[in-house]
């Protein structure tokens, strides 16, 4: 279990995580989402010991990551796949890793075949690609066979093979009763992988939720598509008649609203004599989900397409 209280981190005047408390619990995944500048790597390194916090406190099954006498049986990392020196083998960066916790080399060969790097082992680490970095990477987060595994963009260069691996690998090792805060931008994958989300904004957290609450608080669109479209939205849209209704433009002739169920729509064009070609309900997805509630926090921004 990981656990925070308070956690914030002051640089000078810019506050990067800002009164954090979340708990993330072991026997499932916990997506940990948030745009960029939003605070996760700062909390992530908060986590590993690697900054100390201004204020605030963060623990590891019940104790500070520094405090535990063998930190690598206790929470595996993987933050930067390529902090390892490209003049090192597979083996050998794995090995002198082990070697700091008495780990025995059976276990360096375990993590290597369950990896899928055994045959690279000898190769030196400068050669290899951006997809069998992370994988060494996971193998040395994995050395310890720890009770909480922390990584962060996992699945980054990783072919769709490879992708798969990393989904079923952090699936079993949370129905093992482990601990996995797993962080990433692809919300098609976390979709798949999380069964919890904890969302920064601007060093706050927004939102800490079990994924199907989350996704399903976002509310339901629904796709209209009529040759009086224009008509049909300025009824809707009617002052007083559907308070904080969002209508969103698809074209001439087609727009999708929040706020109305399609039966609702329906018969709004029935009443007014308007001709309807498509009413379609549309389930929101995780990356609706976060793209609404991230839209005010997103602290770098590029203009929008016309």
């Given at each position: 279990?990981?656990?925070?209280?308070?956690?914030?981190?002051?640089?000078?005047?810019?506050?990067?995580?800002?009164?954090?408390?979340?708990?993330?619990?072991?026997?499932?995944?916990?997506?940990?989402?948030?745009?960029?500048?939003?605070?996760?790597?700062?909390?992530?390194?908060?986590?590993?010991?690697?900054?100390?916090?201004?204020?605030?406190?963060?623990?590891?099954?019940?104790?500070?990551?520094?405090?535990?006498?063998?930190?690598?049986?206790?929470?595996?990392?993987?933050?930067?796949?390529?902090?390892?020196?490209?003049?090192?083998?597979?083996?050998?960066?794995?090995?002198?890793?082990?070697?700091?916790?008495?780990?025995?080399v059976?276990?360096?060969?375990?993590?290597?075949?369950?990896?899928?790097?055994?045959s690279?082992?000898?190769?030196?680490?400068?050669?290899?690609?951006?997809?069998?970095?992370?994988?060494?990477?996971?193998?040395?987060?994995?050395?310890?066979?720890?009770?909480?595994?922390?990584?962060?963009?996992?699945?980054?260069?990783?072919?769709?093979?490879?992708?798969?691996?990393?989904?079923r690998?952090?699936?079993?090792?949370?129905?093992?009763?482990?601990?996995?805060?797993?962080?990433?931008?692809?919300?098609?994958?976390?979709?798949?992988?999380?069964?919890?989300?904890?969302?920064?904004?601007?060093?706050?957290?927004?939102?800490?939720?079990?994924?199907?609450?989350?996704?399903?608080?976002?509310?339901?669109?629904?796709?209209?598509?009529?040759?009086?479209?224009?008509?049909?939205?300025?009824?809707?849209?009617?002052?007083?008649?559907?308070?904080?209704?969002?209508?969103?433009?698809?074209?001439?002739?087609?727009?999708?609203v929040?706020?109305?169920?399609?039966?609702?729509?329906?018969?709004?064009?029935?009443?007014?004599?308007?001709?309807?070609?498509?009413?379609?309900?549309?389930?929101?997805?995780?990356?609706d989900?976060y793209?609404?509630?991230?839209?005010?926090?997103?602290?770098?921004?590029?203009?929008?397409?016309?």
């Amino acid at each position: 279990m990981i656990e925070t209280h308070g956690l914030t981190k002051q640089y000078g005047r810019k506050t990067a995580v800002n009164d954090v408390s979340f708990t993330v619990r072991p026997g499932q995944v916990t997506g940990f989402l948030g745009p960029n500048g939003a605070g996760k790597s700062t909390t992530m390194r908060l986590i590993l010991g690697l900054d100390r916090p201004t204020s605030g406190t963060v623990t590891v099954l019940g104790r500070s990551y520094a405090d535990h006498p063998a930190p690598l049986h206790a929470l595996g990392a993987l933050l930067d796949a390529k902090g390892v020196h490209p003049g090192r083998s597979a083996r050998s960066h794995l090995s002198a890793l082990a070697a700091t916790h008495r780990i025995p080399v059976s276990r360096v060969d375990e993590v290597l075949e369950m990896t899928g790097l055994s045959s690279v082992a000898g190769k030196r680490v400068g050669g290899f690609s951006l997809g069998m970095g992370q994988r060494l990477g996971i193998a040395a987060a994995m050395l310890g066979d720890p009770q909480v595994l922390l990584l962060d963009e996992p699945v980054n260069g990783l072919d769709p093979d490879g992708v798969y691996w990393v989904r079923r690998l952090v699936r079993q090792l949370a129905a093992e009763g482990r601990t996995v805060l797993l962080s990433s931008h692809l919300m098609s994958e976390m979709a798949q992988t999380a069964d919890h989300v904890i969302v920064l904004g601007r060093g706050k957290v927004v939102a800490d939720a079990p994924i199907g609450e989350f996704v399903g608080g976002s509310g339901q669109r629904v796709t209209v598509g009529s040759p009086d479209a224009a008509r049909l939205a300025a009824v809707l849209t009617d002052p007083g008649a559907h308070p904080g209704l969002d209508i969103e433009s698809l074209g001439e002739h087609r727009f999708s609203v929040a706020g109305m169920t399609a039966a609702e729509i329906g018969r709004a064009a029935v009443e007014h004599g308007i001709e309807l070609h498509e009413l379609t309900p549309v389930a929101s997805s995780l990356e609706d989900a976060y793209l609404a509630l991230t839209r005010d926090e997103v602290e770098y921004t590029t203009p929008q397409a016309a």
